[in-house]
């Protein structure tokens, strides 16, 4: 029993320390500020308006409101016109249009999706 007692004792007072040792390490500002994990991009955000301009230099639209938000096309911009693949020459001035975006790493806006056309067909009466 005293044996037991002892090692008991000693158990407690070794995890004590072991407990100070950690708070201590954990309290010290780090010097590492990298991360193993890499950055997340932005979630893709819905948009819906109509084309206010185009620009066929730049691959880009600006949509009518007063955000004026420009959407630059990418290669990977998947454009559909009924339900239809298409390209950015079926875009037009005055066209409905809606889809998703993201922002890249230099804060503009890249259309990962463009659907011309009001996306639901007005209901008859």
């Not at 002892?6 to 708070?23: E, I, M, P, Q």
């Not at 390490?25 to 948009?47: F, G, K």
């Not at 290669?75 to 339900?83: C, E, F, G, L, V």
């Amino acid at each position: 029993m005293k044996n037991f007692a002892r090692n008991s004792c000693l158990f407690l007072l070794a995890a004590g320390l072991a407990t100070g040792a950690v708070l201590a390490q954990t309290n010290t500002p780090s010097t590492s500020t990298s991360t193993n994990r890499p950055a997340r991009a932005p979630r893709p955000v819905r948009y819906s308006g109509k084309i206010a301009s185009l620009d066929t230099q730049a691959k880009s639209f600006i949509l009518e409101g007063p955000a004026k938000d420009e959407l630059l096309i990418s290669s990977t911009t998947r454009i559909t016109k009924a339900k239809q693949p298409a390209t950015f020459e079926d875009l037009a001035v005055g066209q409905q249009v809606n889809g998703t975006k993201r922002m890249n790493a230099s804060s503009n806006y890249v259309a990962l999706t463009v659907v011309v056309g009001d996306p639901r067909p007005p209901v008859a009466p």
